[in-house]
């Protein structure tokens, strides 16, 4: 080897030591790195875990069987101060106007209700609580309609008896946890006979914290909605449901989707697929084998408690609006917190919602008409629908005559049987329509998930001339057309004369 090949050779060996060295001195240093990351990361999360544990949360922070809160393009925060919305505003209607804070218990377990002057009812949450089915009288529930057909509703109502809820705490101050005064101020029974809620935190007894009394066949760690419903399958009065429900995980600031206990005895609908797609998990309390503990358990106001319902009979002065404007120039007679529920909806069936997704192309105007049709409902139902348009045929016909022969633009007349499509399909239909038609009936609440710019034509009865679906449509920006009969039959020509003219506004 001559001087020139050693050189070089001893220049390869040098650059090589060099190279090991700084990769050696490089991945040390990123492990040091790496190392610090992730005990800052869990130093972070253990003062997390504290935090809630001091505040009364999940003791145990264990949400991995929980589903997590899509992103809305209409959300907009619901942990604001609500002590300083404005009572009988659009927020305190439909959004955080549960300002009255009332703690009644505290240490072991703990209670308090957050309650609303202006919607007159209360969110209430506790810790530590233990539920006894076998205290509750009522059916089963969850059984198939065609199995319990003629069960009266009464079976199906919960009838608690004392004791059927248990909370930890201190018995020196009372044996119950509230009495009939509290009750009155802060779970009214305003215009509901049978106040189910309110029975069900009449019975709570509060149980020693030194007492072997409060034995837990299981736990259950995540946040847990109790429900009580009435009217559950009819789609109006569920989607009150619904929303109650929603409200009550925003307003107690639920970090992800909890899941639901119906506390009643009903039996399946094809509604549930929207309890089980908005929630993390739902089961019927008289399911459970022994008693059960809920680490956090929030009780949920009845339907009949929100702006949904009680603006069938009182003044609800608010127009929708985008979440976008409403964060730029805040008004109290708007809102955005109906199209942000109506978003819920639509992403719990893993339907996009982003505000900046891709157009899809244009294929036609999709106008869809929903139909009334035959169907079981519940046990005492006979499975024939009360007709609202006694020629509704005959104006599908019409709708679809005009549709086949108007070729400037192309039209899809979707015939919306919806009493036999899965939820899924009927929210698809509901959020692809860009014009929905349809007779007054429980249907068309499903407007409440429709796009904006989506346009509403209600075709009325005389004899069924509510506002139910004008409101929905109002609060939530919707543009919204009627046309009022006398009597039951729509004349073919007045639909497709009010019809053409929403269809020219459009472009055809």
Not at 47 to 64: C, P, W
Not at 475 to 493: C, F, Q, R, T, V
């Amino acid at each position: 080897m001559n001087k020139t090949q050693s050189r070089l050779l001893k220049i390869v060996i040098f650059l090589f030591a060099l190279n090991s060295l700084s990769l050696c001195l490089y991945f040390s240093s990123h492990h040091h790195n790496s190392n610090s990351k992730q005990e800052e990361n869990h130093s972070s999360l253990t003062s997390n875990h504290r935090s809630q544990t001091e505040n009364n949360s999940n003791s145990n922070n264990n949400y991995f069987n929980l589903k997590p809160w899509p992103i809305l393009p209409s959300y907009l925060p619901w942990t604001q101060n609500p002590n300083k919305v404005t009572f009988r505003s659009c927020e305190a209607y439909f959004g955080n106007g549960f300002s009255r804070r009332v703690d009644v218990l505290s240490g072991g377990g703990w209670f308090r209700c957050l309650y609303s002057e202006t919607l007159r009812s209360s969110i209430c949450e506790g810790g530590s609580v233990r539920m006894v089915p076998e205290r509750i009288k009522m059916s089963r529930g969850g059984e198939r309609v065609e199995d319990v057909i003629g069960r009266g509703e009464e079976e199906e109502l919960p009838d608690f008896e004392n004791g059927a809820f248990e909370i930890l705490g201190s018995t020196a101050r009372s044996k119950w946890l509230v009495d009939e005064a509290f009750l009155d101020s802060f779970v009214p029974d305003g215009d509901v006979m049978r106040h189910t809620m309110r029975g069900l935190i009449r019975s709570i007894r509060v149980v020693d914290n030194n007492s072997k009394e409060f034995h837990c066949d299981q736990w259950i760690e995540e946040p847990t909605l109790l429900v009580t419903r009435f009217e559950y399958a009819n789609v109006f009065h569920t989607v009150t449901d619904w929303y109650s429900a929603y409200v009550a995980s925003r307003v107690t600031d639920l970090p992800y989707r909890p899941h639901l206990i119906f506390v009643d005895g009903h039996s399946r609908t094809p509604l549930e697929g929207t309890w089980k797609a908005l929630f993390s998990s739902v089961r019927y309390a008289k399911a459970f084998s022994g008693s059960v503990c809920l680490r956090h358990a929030v009780l949920v106001p009845l339907g009949y408690e929100t702006a949904l319902f009680k603006g069938l009979t009182e003044k609800i002065i608010c127009q929708g609006a985008s979440a976008h404007d409403l964060w730029q120039n805040p008004d109290d007679q708007k809102t955005a917190r109906l199209s942000e529920f109506g978003e819920m909806i639509r992403a719990a069936f893993d339907f996009p919602v982003s505000r900046h997704r891709a157009e899809k192309p244009f294929s036609g105007h999709n106008v869809l008409f929903v139909r009334r049709e035959d169907y079981l409902a519940h046990p005492r139902h006979a499975g024939k629908v009360e007709s609202r348009l006694s020629n509704e045929q005959e104006v599908f016909d019409s709708l679809q005559t005009w549709v086949s022969n108007h070729l400037e633009c192309k039209v899809n007349l979707i015939n919306g049987l919806f009493a036999h499509m899965p939820m899924k399909e009927q929210v698809r239909a509901i959020q692809d329509a860009c014009v929905i038609i349809g007779a007054h009936g429980a249907g068309l609440t499903h407007i409440v998930s429709a796009t904006p710019k989506t346009i509403i034509l209600e075709i009325i009865s005389s004899y069924f001339r509510r506002p139910h679906f004008q409101l929905i449509a109002e609060w939530k920006g919707l543009e919204y057309h009627a046309i009022n009969l006398d009597g039951s039959y729509a004349h073919p020509s007045i639909v497709i004369d009010r019809f053409s003219r929403i269809m020219k506004s459009l472009g055809c």
